[in-house]
């Protein structure tokens, strides 16, 4: 019975199943691809960054097939709603190409009329409308948007449900952890995270800290690249604009967390809304400047988001 349950149990920690991906993507069977519309507008930057946090790239209408499915996505017929497209030429102006490299001239999509005018000589992103055209339009403006991925043949989806490699499951406390080592800002680690998934670790108990330790441990300095702090990186607590009431990103005091073991001298003064939540290579916190880019530590569930199979 115990061998049987083992085994089970080993089967479904590590799954290798052809066509899976997250629940929040949806998959299109003539695309052969998964795809998400975002509901809130972004500027482009953000979308394509958003997008490929989640592990997939901002959709553009590369094939029939693709057209047909972000416009089924989107659900309006008329041309004052538009989405952004991942068509850009952010780098070098007037060079248009999708996140992926194909050039605009292999999209085989109507312009909308007047365009593209490229007005005010400012625009350089091209968005889709509810009419199935396209525009240029300045990349700083905000649109809603579509997340797309294309169906690898075997995609692995860890026992962290993810397909990011780089989460792994800590038994001891039943969570999965990714140590970001490029520097990011509070916020943009904070979107990380979330894009993934998870959250800014919260350290729920000393066995935790013990665990966001030794992870750390294995990151020495030599292996980070840039000039920032590296006897440091960002959790998830943060004043909330409210000074010394320091709480965990999910609303929680420290202590009500579980965790609340600072460094000699820390927390110390700062300016409210400017205190972000640090842990040492000791394992002892730390607040920090959210502006200063620092390394962060991500916690994910096993279970969320949900892992979908496509279905073929
Ligand atoms: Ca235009
Ligand atoms: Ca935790």
Request: aromatic share 6%; glycine share 12%.
């Given at each position: 019975m115990k061998t049987s349950l083992k085994y089970i149990v080993l089967l479904f920690s590590i799954n290798f199943i052809?066509?899976?991906?997250?629940?929040?993507y949806k998959y299109s069977l003539k695309a052969q691809a998964w795809f998400k519309f975002v509901v809130v507008p972004a500027n482009w930057f953000d979308a394509r960054l958003r997008c490929s946090e989640e592990g997939a790239v901002l959709a553009s209408p590369t094939s029939p097939e693709i057209l047909v499915e972000m416009r089924n996505l989107m659900n309006r017929s008329y041309p004052e709603f538009e989405i952004f497209t991942?068509?850009?030429?952010?780098?070098?102006?007037?060079d248009y190409y999708t996140i992926?490299?194909?050039?605009?001239?292999?999209?085989?999509v109507p312009w909308s009329?007047?365009?593209?005018?490229n007005k005010d000589n400012v625009e350089s992103c091209i968005a889709l409308n509810g009419n199935g055209e396209l525009a240029d339009r300045p990349c700083e403006v905000t649109r809603p948007y579509i997340c797309y991925r294309p169906e690898a043949s075997h995609v692995e989806v860890s026992e962290c449900g993810?397909?990011?490699?780089?989460y792994h499951l800590d038994k001891r406390t039943n969570k999965c952890y990714k140590f970001h080592t490029m520097p990011r800002n509070f916020s943009r680690a904070y979107l990380a995270c979330s894009a993934e998934g998870g959250h800014l670790a919260i350290i729920n108990s000393d066995v935790e800290a013990t665990v966001l330790r030794e992870l750390f441990a294995k990151?020495?300095?030599?292996?980070f690249f840039g000039?920032?702090?590296?006897d440091l990186a960002f959790i998830g607590f943060q004043d909330w604009g409210e000074k010394w009431d320091l709480r965990t990103v999910?609303?929680?005091?420290l202590l009500e967390a579980g965790y609340n073991k600072f460094a000699?001298?820390?927390?110390n003064d700062w300016t409210p809304g400017e205190a972000c939540g640090g842990i040492f290579r000791s394992g002892l916190l730390i607040d920090v400047w959210c502006n200063k880019p620092a390394p962060f530590f991500c916690e994910k569930s096993t279970g969320f988001p949900n892992v979908c199979k496509a279905l073929f």
């Open positions: 052809e066509g899976s991906f997250r629940c929040d991942g068509i850009h030429a952010t780098v070098s102006q007037g992926e490299g194909t050039p605009l001239s292999k999209i085989a009329e007047n365009e593209p005018d993810t397909v990011d490699p780089e990151y020495p300095d030599a292996k000039n920032f702090r590296k999910h609303g929680q005091t000699p001298g820390e927390p």
